[in-house]
């Protein structure tokens, strides 16, 4: 914890500007509530209004039903004064029904606005991940903030205002139990609002302190939910029981556990020790306005019932004022929460800046200029000076080991990342130069790891294609490219076969079957001009592959095709061929010219070939 801890100068400052930012965090928290149902916030107003004045008016009527009993009781319980009895109750008793009707709508509204607010607030921040750079989402500080925005600040916003409204309920209450207090005497009235401040600061000061603790640990409750995910999903279970792994991640799921744990029972001790003690300043505030208020009764100063009056309205008071002052310390709480929200809903993004849908020759093909390119945070550049030049009806293969940088040139390709240095063209005219969306309808990517959405199969295939996600007769055409087609007609739906175990009757498929799945999502892009298949038949044996990338050059043969292999049975088919290494390119021919070079392609192909033998 040591290493956590701000000095005091930060700490006040951060404390400082917590509660000055409370009011403007409310106002952006009303404005967001008040668009996601005006009419139920309106009511929500309308209903504080009502539940805040009617407590003072029923400790009004309370006392006139005494002294109207005592005045009955002098005068012999005629029937003109048990009449004036019996209306002074059923008036208290209709205004205790209209205010356990207001508070059962208050609830009602609440309930109904916590759930359209809720879903606002997710959408919000699903909205704005997906204006995001893949950087962003790599980057395990921002992953942080986005999670922290969506574990707790998603329910702040209903939170605060729910509060704003407690707030102002109960301030309405205190005035107008201040009317009636004051009355009796002034003092009575600054012992109650002075009573609760010692306890509220408390409270205030430890809400910072559970923050920044919640701040802190993000990573750890991250490593938490990702140990859940390991031991209880399927994808994860053949390791885990094959390794032996399960009692290793749950003992450090508990050690996390128990970090965090010690972390909250030493600053909830310390929240309630100090609430218990202060506490009783306001218990000793109570009853020593009791002790005033009775012997002002003793000495007739005051009539019976205005003194079961002012006791109730000093009890209520204090409750007024302890609620008040703990709306108060909550609005600043949930002001840090919403501070995770909106510096996340705030984070930058670079705008697109292409606007281009055509470029200036559609025979240049694809152009890499001197390209280089580092990865946010790597000592190391992942592509050093690449220089590459594909014509449409050309195909690339990319050689090389596992990370020399051949997804990463993809990846530069589709504009998910820009190049540090040099520039990739496209018919001529750079990619940043072209509309980004016009760029990607252009290119059917499949990478090694694709996702196996849990949907339908057919669905599994549109992905590849938004406009016809869910068009039956392109799925066809794309699965029959793809030689899908023979196996989706063993399956009993078809194309409307569940994929996965995570619902009612979901199937799972072999990495083979997966991956001519996802060859067809590739192909569901029928106007693509360039197709990139990063190592998407690994799972299958080498027949199937060859025979897929042959069936694959004879339906690109007017497209650029690149294609990521480490079966050279398969590479050797490539119009062009590149090795890369460590970043860079180091040999660049096709199949007969490497072999003739007698360099590393040609080793490599040596020693794959020797195992076929």
């Known amino acids: 914890m040591a290493a956590h801890t701000a000095p005091p100068a930060t700490r006040n400052q951060q404390l400082k500007r917590g509660f000055m930012g409370v009011f403007a965090y409310s106002r952006r928290a009303m404005e967001l509530v008040w668009s996601t149902n005006p009419k139920l916030t309106m009511a929500l107003a309308g209903l504080t209004l009502i539940a805040g004045v009617l407590p003072a008016g029923i400790a009004w009527v309370g006392a006139t039903i005494v002294d109207a009993v005592l005045s009955a009781i002098h005068a012999g319980g005629t029937d003109a004064s048990r009449i004036l009895v019996m209306q002074r109750v059923a008036l208290e008793a209709g205004l205790v029904a209209l205010l356990a009707g207001a508070q059962r709508c208050l609830s009602l509204s609440q309930s109904l606005l916590r759930a359209q607010l809720g879903q606002r607030v997710n959408v919000m921040i699903l909205e704005k991940a997906l204006t995001l750079q893949l950087t962003q989402f790599e980057d395990s500080e921002f992953y942080d903030k986005m999670t922290r925005a969506r574990r707790e600040a998603s329910q702040r916003p209903l939170s605060l205002v729910m509060r704003s409204f407690g707030l102002l309920q109960n301030l309405i209450s205190l005035f107008s139990y201040a009317a009636l207090l004051v009355q009796f005497s002034v003092w009575a009235l600054v012992i109650l609002l002075g009573a609760g401040l010692p306890a509220f600061m408390a409270e205030a000061k430890f809400s910072g302190d559970a923050f920044r603790l919640f701040r802190w640990r993000s990573p750890e409750t991250r490593m938490q939910l990702y140990l859940e995910s390991v031991i209880a999903r399927e994808d994860h279970a053949k390791e885990v029981k094959l390794f032996g792994l399960g009692p290793l991640l749950l003992d450090r799921y508990r050690q996390i556990f128990r970090k965090l744990y010690q972390e909250d029972r030493e600053l909830t001790i310390r929240r309630d020790t100090w609430g218990f003690f202060l506490g009783l300043i306001g218990t000793a505030a109570l009853y020593g306005a009791y002790a005033w208020i009775a012997l002002n009764a003793i000495v007739t100063r005051i009539t019976l019932g205005q003194m079961t009056m002012y006791l109730m309205l000093f009890r209520q008071g204090q409750s007024a004022v302890s609620a008040s002052l703990s709306a108060v310390g909550g609005l600043y ?18 705008e697109p800046t292409g606007t281009l849908i055509r470029g200036q020759s ?50 530069l390709l589709t504009r998910l990342y820009t190049p540090d240095t040099g520039r990739i063209l496209l018919d001529g005219t750079d990619l940043q130069d072209w509309d980004e969306t016009t760029l990607r309808q252009r290119i059917g990517v499949i990478f090694q790891d694709f996702t196996r959405y849990q949907l339908i199969l057919g669905e599994n295939i549109g992905a590849g294609e938004v406009r016809h996600f869910d068009d039956e007769a392109e799925w066809r055409k794309a699965a029959q490219q793809g030689m899908a087609d023979s196996l989706i007609e063993t399956l009993p739906a078809g194309y409307q076969t569940q994929l996965g175990k995570w619902f009612k009757e979901g199937r799972e498929l072999s990495g083979g079957q997966w991956q001519k799945i996802a060859l067809s999502r590739a192909f569901m892009r029928s106007q693509a001009d360039i197709l990139v298949l990063d190592e998407p038949t690994a799972a299958m044996d080498a027949g199937a592959e060859a025979r897929i990338f042959e069936h694959f050059r004879t339906l690109t043969r007017q497209r650029i095709a690149i294609l990521i292999s480490h079966r050279f049975s398969t590479v050797r088919m490539a119009d062009q061929i590149v090795v890369i290494r460590n970043g860079r390119i180091i040999e660049h021919g096709n199949h007969a010219a490497l072999m003739q070079l007698d360099g590393h392609y040609a080793h490599l192909f040596s020693l794959q070939a020797k195992g076929y033998q």
């Open 362 to 411: 559609d025979q240049e093909g694809i152009q890499f200029e001197h390209v280089s390119f580092t990865y946010p945070g790597a000592e190391q550049p992942a592509l050093i000076d690449i220089n590459l030049h594909i014509r449409p009806g050309e195909s690339l293969a990319l050689v090389g080991e596992n990370g020399s940088g051949k997804t990463t040139l993809i990846k």
């Open 333 to 350: 709480e949930d002001n840090l929460y919403l501070s995770t929200l909106y510096e996340f809903l705030e984070t930058p993004v670079k």
